[in-house]
């Protein structure tokens, strides 16, 4: 096991050199620290608006109260909306459609966004952003367009609001991208139970995790327990916004890319991350190696 190990880490070194094969397929582009693709030419201004007013709807539509939602859309508003067939231009129709979205308990990370300036008054943004439901765990990402008006006040409110499903397919699915996305999901889970025992069950006995928070390199199963009971208490959810998977044959397989964590409390964050998995006896995928690292840039 250790020299399928060491053969696995010199191979993936070699195909994140130079392998353009990949089995997934990113909706992400050029990720900032949010997980966000932004034009270098857009003013400033217009990208902090676009960012300030976009957290407060993702944190707005976590409290799941619509009458909150609302107070974020202009009376002149109008929304077309991810879920529903129906174009909403009334403050009523636009907060109809809320009390039963945020009965799904969304959140939502961006994948890619282009903010601009249309006026002094006008933010127009449009991208993909990818929710997750917390009623069911399910996924689905999305196109969007907010056009924001500068209120007499000063606040920055929704005029429109344009959101649709992507049209196309992102991507075959092969079936060990299937299984290593599945184990993927499985330590997801394993993180939402606040159990250190069954997260550390993703792991094989000699994994080595380097984690995100943290100096100190865990190798051993004791030393991954110790770092998960501090970070379950924290309540994090993550959602890849980017991942690419390898086969690296001898029953291993890489997956790479960048997730964004949601906790209890507090800012999402986003980071890099680097798994190494190996599937065992039983058909299990295992967790033998995982590097987790904030972005190295600041956000916007």
């Known amino acids: 096991m250790e020299a399928s190990r060491h053969i696995a880490l010199i191979f993936l070194l070699a195909v994140f050199a130079g392998s353009r094969q990949v ?5 992400s582009r050029q990720l900032t620290a949010e997980g966000n693709s932004t034009s270098n030419s857009t003013s400033n201004w217009a990208v902090d608006v676009a960012h300030q007013a976009w957290k407060t709807w993702n944190d707005t539509i976590q409290t799941g109260n619509p009458d909150r939602v609302l107070a974020l859309y202009s009376p002149k508003a109008v929304l077309l909306a991810t879920l529903s067939n129906t174009p909403r231009a009334t403050p009523d129709a636009i907060r109809a459609y809320f009390v039963d979205f945020l009965k799904k308990k969304p959140s939502a990370v961006i994948n890619e966004q282009h903010p601009r300036a249309v006026s002094d008054s006008v933010v127009i943004n449009s991208g993909v952003y990818t929710f997750t439901f917390g009623a069911d765990n399910s996924t689905a990402s ?9 209120a ?4 920055w ?34 993180l939402k139970t606040g159990d250190p025992e069954q997260v550390a069950d993703c792991y094989t006995e000699d994994a080595v995790l380097a ?27 993550g959602t ?9 044959g001898d029953g291993l397989a890489a997956y790479t890319g960048i997730y964004t964590f949601t906790f209890k409390e507090g800012p999402s964050v986003a980071a890099r991350f680097s798994y190494t998995f190996h599937k065992s006896a039983e058909g299990k995928w295992l967790i033998v190696d995982h590097h987790s690292s904030a972005l190295p840039m600041p956000s916007f």
């Open 157 to 190: 409110l929704i005029v429109y609001h344009h959101s649709s499903l992507l049209p196309e397919p992102i991507g075959v699915v092969s079936q060990l991208e299937g299984e290593i996305t599945a184990a993927f999901k499985a330590w997801n889970a394993a």
């Open 152 to 155: 007499d006040n000063g606040s």
């Open 23 to 27: 089995l997934a397929r990113p909706i």
């Open 240 to 248: 890849v916004n980017v991942g690419y998977v390898h086969d690296l």
């Open 211 to 237: 984690p995100t928070v943290s100096n100190w390199v865990r190798t051993t199963r004791a030393a991954r327990i110790d770092y998960f009971t501090d970070f379950l208490k924290k309540g994090p959810q």
């Open 142 to 150: 999305a196109r969007f367009t907010y056009e924001y008006t500068k």
